[in-house]
């Protein structure tokens, strides 16, 4: 007989097995469950699906794995008929969990009436879901999320880069429109941030390397993907921004700032079309007085002082005005948030040292989505990566 010593070294080494099998992201996996949701005043059942599914390489084995998060309205009786919303976030190396938990899913996360998340940090029903009109699956690229790499030999070159992303992607989403009978249904791509470039670059890998035809692209807080400007002419088109941001902070002039939100940005859009974009592009050739003229409009519509303008030629970039608008506060703005504040270490400096909206996101939000362990039952050790590496080298 086995001494009892012995026994209790294959106990703990079989938990120790069991415990890091769980830290393997499995190649494929399923796990569903059902919920309902109120939308626009109407209840709407759904059916929702945590998983993996392989990608796969040139020999046919598993190389990597995605998870996908995929919600279906069950009360639909012909989904041919039933759009599918295929949805990305950014990065790149974001993982698919703001468009999930703060925009389009079912569920979106506990925030106050001005959209601050609030403790306890968790979850609850989102009456604005999509889910009334179109199902959705939101999907991990590599290394975000519980998304991993499966084959230590795979090259990293497969998965990163802006051609390899949108390749490896293209051929995993064939895989899942077929596996979930989706081929007839009218299909919508959805990305936010980088995933405006990811989602443009599928729109034409689909259809030109899997005679996938999407019914439409939606563009979420676009990047720099065929409408950036750079220069002076491009900082300039931001003073709209500028003046939504001040407006909120109540760093307008007095007339100003009583005024309604749409009618000052109105006045604001006016001015930099009509005379500060072709200030600039007179450059050195402006008149000093026609100069000093246009930089005191600029500070009346942007919050930061007229020398600010004069001292940088009339283009203040955002990375500027998210550090400059409430120095004299001791606070600096959010970079895609301009509503949080933060503190820097020094008051000086041209840019934020870090972007005091993402902090915040980050403390409320990995708890939000941890509900995909709680409530949807998809059990693991790994660490949901809400932002991942993905360099190449």
């Given amino acids: 007989m086995r001494s009892l010593k012995t026994l209790c070294l294959i106990f703990i080494l079989s938990i120790s097995f069991a415990f890091a099998q769980e830290r393997v992201l499995p190649a494929e996996s399923a796990i569903t469950s059902t919920g309902q ?18 990608v796969w390489n040139a020999e046919g084995k598993p190389s990597a794995s995605l998870f996908y998060t995929y919600y279906e309205r069950t009360d ?12 990305f976030n950014g990065g790149p190396g974001s993982a698919s ?21 609030v403790q306890p940090y968790g979850v609850r029903d989102n009456p604005h879901s999509v889910l009334d009109v179109a199902d959705i699956v939101y999907i991990d690229p590599v290394n975000t999320g519980f998304s991993r790499i499966l084959d230590p030999k795979a090259e990293k070159s497969t998965f990163f880069g802006v051609n390899a992303d949108i390749k490896y992607l293209a051929e995993w ?32 890998e689909l259809q030109n390397n899997h005679w996938m035809y999407l019914n439409g692209v939606i563009l979420v807080s676009p990047t720099d993907l065929g409408i950036k400007r750079d220069g002076p002419v491009g900082d300039a088109l931001s003073v709209p921004y500028f003046t939504a941001a001040a407006w909120y902070h109540k760093m307008l002039p007095a007339d100003l700032q009583q005024k309604d939100l749409n009618e000052v940005l109105a006045e604001s859009e006016k001015f930099t079309v009509d005379e500060l974009i072709p200030a600039i592009t007179k450059g050195g050739f402006i008149d000093p007085a026609k100069r000093k003229e246009i930089a005191a409009k600029a500070a009346r519509y942007s919050g930061v002082s007229e020398q600010v303008f004069l001292d940088r030629n009339l283009s203040v970039s955002t990375q500027f005005f998210w550090k400059e608008l409430l120095r004299d506060k001791g606070f600096t703005i959010g970079r895609l948030d301009s509503r949080y504040k933060g503190i820097d270490k020094a008051t000086a400096g041209e840019r934020p040292d870090y972007n ?38």
């Fill in 37 to 54: 949701v109120t939308i626009k005043g109407k209840p709407v059942p759904y059916k929702v699906t945590v998983g993996t599914q392989p």
């Fill in 76 to 87: 639909v009786s012909d989904k041919s008929k039933r759009p599918l919303l295929i949805s």
């Fill in 97 to 117: 969990v703001w468009m999930h938990v703060a925009y389009t899913g079912p569920k979106q996360l506990n925030i106050d009436s001005e959209g601050y998340p």
């Fill in 173 to 204: 989403l064939d895989n899942f429109v077929s596996r979930s009978s989706r081929w007839t249904s009218p299909k919508y791509i959805i990305g936010e941030s980088y995933g405006t470039t990811r989602v443009s670059g599928l729109a034409l």
């Fill in 356 to 393: 005091s909206e993402l902090t915040s996101w980050l403390h409320s939000f990995t708890p939000a989505i941890n509900y995909l362990r709680d409530v949807l039952k998809f059990k693991t050790d790994l660490q949901y990566n809400m932002f991942g590496p993905v360099h190449p080298g």
